[in-house]
């Protein structure tokens, strides 16, 4: 089971007030309950300003919920305001009933009731879209139990920006979390469609320039869980035949014009040779791995010359990487 806490806070009393988290919540929330082909995802439970007021004590119980009982993936995701309180090194997702010394929720609170729910929860995922956000895991000092702040095992950390720095809303959204968004999509998925924490801030790292807000990732993992699944960019039984077209990993595949049924302007030249509808398929399927960085031509610029002027194509390091995973029958 995979369950998910997603909080949009925009109803702050004035003139605190936001105009992007409710959007960002409500768009997480759909874009983690399913994957790309519609089968189910994350079970999650949404709280959003726009739906009634979110005080400490219901977001306390939420959370405390989320972490309770047993899961292999447990998931939350708030934006809203965050703040540091520099005199008790503390840090806090603040409510709507946030006031200072009481902000809202002590994200050492949070940090420690993941970190207590393995490994009954297997894997936690925290996606913080507020100021200061990067506060979440610092190992700064005591948490409520008197035990050290730390990051435990399974848990990731991922806000979008650093402890001194600014959330920044464009358009209706935070702009970390549409970068999010973009990645959930499938801009941040892997060859075969899987997205991962780390797939996220890389592409959110990527997008974001050095002048704007920087993210943080934290993590202490041992392998990635996926987030959300979308359309492989090359279907996994072409990936599994990777081994048969190159039985090893520096294996040049011969191509000649037999391959290629479009000659254009080499027609005439190659008129006296057959297209063979076998290799046709593999030479579509090797294109499809050519397009994604999989296979590139060892002799041409690109694979339709190495085809007309009989060339080859070999893997790429990522290439060969999958041809690793298919002969251990991983895809």
């Known amino acids: 089971m995979k369950k998910a806490l997603v909080v949009g806070i925009d109803d702050y009393p004035p003139p605190y007030e936001l105009n992007g988290c409710v959007n960002d919540a409500v768009e997480i929330s759909m874009a983690l309950e399913?994957?790309?082909?519609?089968?189910?995802?994350?079970?999650?439970?949404?709280?959003?300003?726009?739906?009634?007021?979110i005080n400490a004590q219901q977001l306390h119980e939420a959370i405390k919920n989320l972490f309770a009982g047993e899961a292999e993936t447990a998931l939350l995701y708030f934006a809203g305001h965050g703040i540091v309180d520099d005199e008790t090194n503390s840090g806090f997702l603040v409510t709507q009933d946030g006031r200072d010394p009481n902000w809202g929720i002590n994200l050492s609170s949070v940090l420690q009731q993941a970190n207590q729910a393995h490994p009954k929860i297997k894997s936690t995922v925290i996606l913080l879209d507020s100021c200061q956000s990067g506060f979440a895991g610092q190992i700064s000092?005591?948490?409520?139990?008197?035990?050290?702040?730390?990051?435990?095992?399974?848990?990731?950390?991922?806000?979008?920006?650093?402890?001194?720095?600014?959330?920044?809303?464009?358009?209706?959204?935070?702009?970390?979390?549409?970068?999010?968004?973009?990645?959930?999509?499938g801009a941040a998925s892997d060859v075969v469609g899987r997205i991962t924490p780390a797939a996220l801030y890389a592409h959110?790292?990527?997008?974001?320039?050095?002048?704007?807000?920087?993210?943080?990732?934290?993590?202490?993992?041992?392998?990635?869980?996926?987030?959300?699944?979308?359309?492989?960019?090359?279907?996994k039984e072409v990936l599994r035949?990777?081994?048969?077209?190159?039985?090893?990993?520096?294996?040049?595949?011969?191509?000649?014009?037999?391959?290629?049924?479009?000659?254009?302007?080499?027609?005439?030249?190659?008129?006296?040779?057959?297209?063979?509808?076998?290799?046709?398929?593999?030479?579509?399927e090797l294109q499809q791995c050519n397009r994604h960085g999989l296979v590139t031509p060892t002799d041409h610029e690109h694979m339709w010359h190495s085809a007309i002027f009989s060339g080859g194509c070999r893997l790429t390091a990522t290439g060969a990487?999958?041809?690793?995973?298919a002969e251990k029958n991983r895809l």
């Open 241 to 284: 035949r990777l081994p048969q077209y190159f039985p090893a990993a520096s294996h040049v595949y011969k191509l000649d014009p037999t391959f290629e049924p479009d000659r254009g302007e080499e027609a005439d030249a190659c008129a006296h040779i057959p297209v063979n509808d076998d290799n046709v398929r593999v030479y579509r």
């Open 141 to 185: 000092g005591l948490g409520d139990s008197g035990t050290v702040s730390h990051i435990g095992n399974g848990v990731t950390i991922l806000t979008a920006c650093h402890r001194d720095g600014s959330a920044e809303e464009t358009s209706g959204h935070g702009t970390f979390t549409d970068i999010l968004l973009d990645g959930l999509q």
């Open 321 to 325: 990487h999958y041809r690793r995973l």
């Open 34 to 53: 399913k994957n790309g082909d519609g089968s189910p995802n994350f079970d999650v439970r949404r709280l959003v300003s726009s739906d009634g007021a």
């Open 204 to 235: 959110v790292d990527q997008t974001l320039g050095g002048w704007e807000q920087r993210p943080i990732y934290k993590a202490n993992v041992q392998s990635f869980i996926t987030l959300r699944e979308v359309s492989p960019k090359v279907p």
